[in-house]
């Protein structure tokens, strides 16, 4: 069974920063691309970021580029979102998943339990 832990969310300042982890265990021996979702009160999910299974090509939706960086150590199964020059339209509940790199979807319906980042004006 694989499982998925985001973690390092929280409430900051709009402009400030803050660094999301997802550490995914179970049966890892595949290394698949991976991706950060969100999703804000009464809306869907969203793509936020995605990233390939070497770390060498990222991606991200049109409203967080130059503000986020994803990244991943796959020694430790983890995938960060570095998070930069938040705005208060950040805030959600951010998750990660396998996701099909060219796509941007989810692989499976695996999600963890999210970390909730709220941004204040």
């Known amino acids: 069974q694989v499982l998925l832990v985001e973690s390092g969310g929280g409430l900051v300042q709009a402009g400030g920063s803050l660094r999301l982890s997802c550490v995914r265990s179970g049966r890892t021996s595949t290394i698949y691309a991976m991706g950060w979702f969100r999703q804000a009160p009464g809306r869907e999910r969203e793509f936020v970021a995605a990233?390939?299974?070497?770390?060498?090509?990222?991606a991200y939706t049109d409203s967080v580029k130059g503000r986020f960086t994803i990244s991943r150590n796959n020694a430790k199964n983890t995938v960060f979102l570095q998070m930069n020059s938040l705005k208060p339209e950040d805030t959600g509940v951010y998750y990660c998943t396998a996701v099909n790199y060219g796509s941007k979807r989810p692989l499976y319906d695996l999600w963890g339990q999210g970390t909730q980042v709220t941004v204040s004006s």
């Open positions: 990233i390939d299974w070497s770390g060498v090509s990222t």
